[in-house]
């Protein structure tokens, strides 16, 4: 008990620590930070690889052209949810995050299927406007995602005790450690594109 100015007997402990449920086994607090890390992953892992495309299409800003294709998706996507006020009685958390994750996983096949279907009869890569455009738009569809599944994930964890946004945070953070272990300085070894290593 502390006492405040007036000499009135406080309690320091808040209403909310008191009713805050217990995670006993930290199960919650590693959702949170699962998802925090697959929110950024997808991103992480485009940018990662921009020396890839910009073998694939050398006369392209490859790096200028994504990070505006998906902070202006994402931001869009944010506006949105902020601007229409039945966003949430229209969609679900869980089924804006599915939506989101399912964004992120139809994306980033988006590049390998589009690398396979570009080889000719000889063997050698067809690099065409049409296909960078194809790329470039599935940036936008990852970009929206991220903003779908950032704005729900913190919108929710911002109604959770404090230390589950850091675990989003910590996720979010982690997940550029993630990409970066999976790659080494001569060659990624990234999943997305394993097929051109195969070929």
């Not at 607090?29 to 990662?48: D, R, S």
């Not at 729900?152 to 910590?170: D, E, T, V």
Request: hydrophobic share 50%.
């Amino acid at each position: 008990m502390v006492q405040n100015h007036k000499g009135i007997e406080m309690n320091m402990i808040t209403k909310v620590d008191q009713n805050e449920a217990r995670d006993t086994y930290k199960i919650s607090y590693i959702i949170h930070f699962l998802l925090g890390a697959g929110n950024l992953l997808p991103w992480n892992a485009l940018i990662t690889a921009v020396d890839y495309f910009g073998y694939l299409y050398p006369t392209k800003h490859v790096e200028k052209v994504f990070s505006v294709a998906y902070m202006t998706s994402s931001l869009l996507i944010l506006v949105l949810m902020l601007s229409w006020n039945k966003w949430n009685q229209t969609m679900s958390l869980r089924l804006r995050l599915n939506l989101g994750f399912s964004m992120f996983v139809l994306c980033l096949m988006v590049t390998p299927i589009v690398d396979w279907i570009n080889w000719d009869q000889n063997g050698t890569k067809v690099k065409s406007n049409a296909t960078y455009c194809v790329v470039v738009v599935s940036v936008v569809v990852c970009g929206l995602a991220d903003g779908l599944i950032g704005g729900s994930l913190i919108g929710s964890a911002g109604k959770l005790p404090k230390q589950y946004m850091q675990a989003i945070f910590a996720g979010t953070a982690s997940s550029g450690i993630q990409v970066k272990l999976l790659c080494n300085d001569l060659v990624c070894l990234d999943i997305v594109w394993l097929n051109e290593m195969l070929l």
